[in-house]
């Protein structure tokens, strides 16, 4: 039984680790994105908004990571963006007011 409990720990504190690099990843890969297109990070956050698990191209399990985050063109008007990963790569970046991004 304690076994268990510490294995559970464990798998609590990987995907606890994992999920703060991702994040970290999709914050960079935003703000990344918006200084190329000479638009500003609202907020400097990114949110998750959805999680799901995933093959990639090896056929390896991998999570499966979408975050939403608002920007502004003239510093009224707010659009939303979505990054979106898959393990720690980035996949795709959406902007409302631009074509997506595919890495």
Not at 13 to 26: D, F, T
Not at 65 to 87: H, K
Request: glycine share 6%.
């Amino acid at each position: 039984m304690e076994l268990l409990i510490i294995v559970g720990i464990g798998i609590v504190l990987l995907y606890w680790r994992a999920a703060g690099r991702s994040k970290e990843i999709a914050v960079n890969a935003a703000r990344r994105e918006c200084n190329l297109c000479d638009v500003q990070l609202l907020d400097q956050t990114v949110i998750l908004i959805k999680l799901s698990a995933s093959r990639d191209e090896n056929d390896r399990w991998r999570m499966w990571r979408s975050y939403r985050f608002e920007y502004a063109t003239d510093g009224e008007d707010r659009f939303l963006g979505r990054v979106i990963l898959l393990g720690q790569r980035v996949i795709r970046i959406e902007m409302e007011t631009f074509n997506p991004v595919v890495h």
